[in-house]
């Protein structure tokens, strides 16, 4: 039971991490028909930068400026190269973040190491809250809550503010919103920027869990892309729901076959593809 | 849309070069297995690009089923019989299962979704291969089998050993995939690809059943990618996890692409300069890999036909 317990617990830490890069690739995917495949390499630069910036000026701050950063270096590139290839076979757009990729992971390790660099969190955050349950630390709790928060806001946001809805509706009709008098273009940048500022914030919480390395990012992106493909592409609800089920699920696994915790995520996707094509909260007709 | 195939002259060319290739390639600084590894990896950039340039579908998981094909091959010479070709025969069957079975999830979508799909499903082969260490050797790689003599009856030729002769042992299952793949496009088959690709919506009101012909597209791509990895599997002895991985996937495409994936040789210069390139690049620095992937973004910005389209167009106009 205590076994089942704790790897539920980390399941859930995992799929929050999920949640947070998925939600990103989502946003940019569904407005800008981007697979980013540097999300990862954002998330490690996230990481990194907090690193580097918190014996300064301190990890609460960090925990902000460092995604912010992480964010204006995204809307550079969306404004140097991604732009030029809107409207062209999504094929480009892959390749390129792909190239991106390999350049950030190759730059981390060039100025920050190949080994794993510790990152720790304020130190009262580390305690465990009680001894039954030492997996329970209040930094996992603080993470959990910050995505819960993050997650609540990025709804509240797409909801009730003009750019939100603005987003939502680009995502369905991007020529029309253009027809509208909204400059398309400004929407996509920020759009973009709001999507790494998520994978630079995974980045600094990842770090804080574990410890920073240059391939933790690109370990997280296949299960986000599973995340956005189980939950229905086009769906943020259903990224959200898909990250969490297949971060549980996998630390679930754990206990009981480990060396099955990595393949079951696609075991997931499989199953969700044969009986429900368009994933679990996915709409008819979209990307499909 | 109707292009004049490549003139006879050319192609003579083509093969001229493939053949002499062992005498030539020291000259220039290279040696015979680089030939070999431009050869494989060629013909796999060129299987992948029967699916991405001919069907118009883009496929970023090949390279599980390349890997499918090393494992096969390498397991079969490892634990069945001492025999290159039913080790490469087991390969194929093996990487064209499992691109039947799991084409057959993936048919149905298009676009971006469809590549998010394939190299999604790409990864499970990876992650079986990296986990299961009692059969595949786990990160390590498969090890302890080496390609086997090819016994003519008549005569034997020593692969193993000979260096040219295991070049043009590769040479000749090059030739081989290649021609059928040149025959399948020239086909009813090959044309009906070429007209989803064009105008999938008017091929489907045409009444061609296109999920079914873009299933069979994938499994012929498979099978020849998978071709290639039980090819590579001999040319290192050796079978890596990373041939499983999606990076590995996205080499093919930057090959084809590169190439230029409009054309049918396009994807064999794409490999061999990127094949020539890596292998230059590891030598002199340790941040290739950076430089690998300056190439994807100069390549997507400023050569997106690849190289064959670029000087096409250069002679068209």
């Known amino acids: ?288 | 849309m109707k292009r004049a195939s490549p003139p006879l002259a050319w192609l003579a060319f083509v093969w001229f070069m493939l053949l002499a290739a062992p005498l030539w390639l020291p000259y220039i600084g290279g040696y015979t297995a680089l030939g070999s590894r431009v050869l494989v990896l060629g013909l796999a950039a060129m299987s992948l690009n029967f699916l991405l340039g001919f069907t118009g579908v883009l496929s970023f998981g090949h390279a599980a089923y390349f890997g499918l094909g090393a494992y096969g091959a390498g397991l079969t010479l490892k634990l069945l019989a001492p025999s290159t070709p039913l080790a490469i025969l087991l390969g194929v069957a093996l990487g064209t299962a499992a691109g039947a079975i799991l084409g057959a999830l993936i048919a149905r979508r298009r676009g971006v979704y469809f590549a998010m799909v394939t190299i999604a499903f790409g990864q499970v082969f990876y992650f079986i291969a990296f986990r299961w260490n009692t059969l595949t050797g786990g990160d390590d790689g498969l090890r302890g089998f080496s390609r086997q003599p090819i016994d003519l009856g008549f005569f034997r030729v020593d692969i193993l050993n000979n260096l040219n002769a295991f070049y043009y042992f590769v040479l000749f299952c090059f030739a081989v995939a290649v021609a059928i793949m040149g025959f399948l496009l020239r086909s009813p088959l090959g044309r009906t690809l070429i007209a989803i690709r064009e105008n999938e919506r008017r091929a489907r009101f045409l009444g061609i059943p296109v999920d079914q012909h873009i299933w069979l597209s994938f499994v012929i791509s498979c099978a020849f990618v998978s071709m290639a990895g039980s090819l590579y599997a001999l040319l290192n002895n050796f079978a890596d996890p990373k041939s499983l991985h999606y990076t590995q996937s996205g080499d093919f495409v930057i090959m084809a692409v590169m190439g230029g994936m409009r054309s049918f040789w396009g994807p064999l210069l794409g490999a061999a300069v990127f094949v020539v390139l890596q292998d230059y690049l590891s030598s002199v620095t340790t941040n290739w890999q950076s430089l690998i992937g300056l190439m994807f973004i100069v390549v997507v910005l400023f050569f997106p036909r690849g190289f064959l389209g670029f000087v096409q167009r250069r002679i068209q106009s």
């Open chain 1, 1 to 288: 039971m205590e076994l089942i317990l704790f790897n539920g617990f980390n399941g859930l830490i995992i799929g929050a991490f999920y949640v947070l890069m998925a939600l990103g690739l989502s946003l940019i995917l569904n407005l800008s028909g981007v697979i980013n495949f540097a999300h990862g390499g954002f998330l490690a630069i996230g990481g990194y930068l907090a690193y580097t910036i918190s014996p300064y000026v301190g990890f609460w701050a960090a925990l902000v400026i460092a995604p912010a950063l992480t964010a204006c270096l995204g809307i550079a590139i969306e404004r140097t190269m991604i732009r030029r290839l809107y409207g062209r076979d999504p094929l480009y757009s892959l390749l390129l973040t792909f190239g991106l990729a390999f350049i950030f992971e190759d730059m981390t390790r060039a100025i920050w190491g190949a080994q794993g660099l510790p990152f720790s969190p304020p130190s009262f955050l580390n305690q465990p809250i009680s001894l039954d349950y030492f997996f329970v630390t209040y930094y996992r709790l603080f993470m959990m809550a910050v995505v819960g928060i993050i997650v609540l806001g990025l709804f509240l946001f797409l909801r009730y503010t003009r750019l939100g809805v603005r987003i939502r509706a680009g995502t369905l009709d991007l020529e029309t919103v253009s027809a509208l008098g909204v400059n398309v273009r400004a929407l996509r940048t920020m759009n973009f920027g709001i999507g790494i500022f998520l994978a630079g914030l995974a980045g600094v919480l990842a770090g804080g869990n574990l410890s920073l390395e240059p391939t933790m990012g690109a370990n997280v992106l296949m299960p986000s892309f599973v995340a956005i493909i189980v939950g229905g592409v086009g769906s943020l609800p259903g990224t959200l729901f898909g990250g969490l089920l297949i971060g549980v699920a996998s630390g679930l696994t754990t206990v009981w076959f480990p060396s099955a915790s990595e393949a079951v995520i696609y075991i997931i996707m499989a199953v969700v593809l044969l009986v429900r094509p368009r994933g679990l909260m996915g709409e008819e007709g979209i990307m499909s």
